[in-house]
């Protein structure tokens, strides 16, 4: 019963992902890509609450070629999972929704 | 008499066309021998990170374009600083050695200067 949220705009300039991070539950996983992936950030304003959710169970991806690209391979925050399409689609399949925040 | 015109990036790179545009709108310009300059801030500070691999997302490196512009006489490069310490980048992160980083006061500054600013 649970939703993938996915994320493609970057926490700086956007409130996507602060409005994922309000809604997303345990059960839920978060998809970061394009320049959503700076939300995987360390330094960003969400990173306290994306740790907390990390550290409730809830999983968080981020796009390695996304984050490749950018240049934030060492700039991620703990936890955070890296991914690729192949993954993608077998976690829109595992769960029931998804929601893209955009 | 050449005119003073800064070019202001403050998109992040690859997510949209509006970083690579700028660069372009930028090399282009400093084809026609005015005092030139580029701004890097907000998310534009991000295409600055000098350990990108774009080959992945099939995108031109921005960290292997931007080392050219002096190259192409755009020898005033500034990087805004509040915009680099929000998003935790620090100088030696930068693939522009030639960067100059300043504050919001200077960039009010190098604004009042300008004849022409370029916005992107």
């Avoid at chain 1, 996507?16 to 839920?28: F, G, K």
Wanted: proline fraction near 3%; hydrophobic fraction near 45%; glycine fraction near 4%.
């Amino acid at each position: 019963m649970s939703t993938l949220h996915t994320v493609n705009k970057s926490p700086f300039t956007h409130n996507t992902l602060a409005s994922c991070i309000a809604i997303c539950v345990e059960a839920d996983g978060i998809l970061l890509l394009e320049d959503g992936v700076f939300g995987a950030m360390k330094t960003t304003p969400c990173a306290f609450h994306l740790s907390d959710l990390i550290r409730q169970g809830t999983k968080v991806y981020a796009l390695e070629d996304d984050v490749k690209a950018r240049g934030l391979l060492e700039k991620l925050l703990p936890g955070v999972l890296l991914t690729n399409y192949t993954r993608f689609v077998q976690l829109s399949i595992e769960h029931r929704c998804v929601q893209s925040w955009y | 008499m050449a005119k003073k015109i800064l070019l202001i990036s403050r998109h992040a790179p690859y997510g949209t066309s509006t970083a690579k545009e700028a660069l372009d709108a930028l090399l282009a310009a400093s084809v026609y021998d005015q005092d030139l300059g580029v701004l890097f801030m907000d998310d534009g500070v991000f295409q600055l990170l000098a350990m990108q691999d774009s080959a992945a997302i099939e995108q031109k490196n921005i960290a292997a374009i931007l080392p050219v512009l002096p190259l192409y006489d755009v020898e005033n490069i500034y990087v805004h600083w509040e915009s680099m310490q929000q998003r935790g980048i620090t100088t030696t992160e930068l693939v522009l050695n030639a960067a100059q980083v300043i504050d919001s006061d200077a960039v009010s500054c190098l604004l009042a200067q300008q004849d022409q600013l370029l916005s992107f």
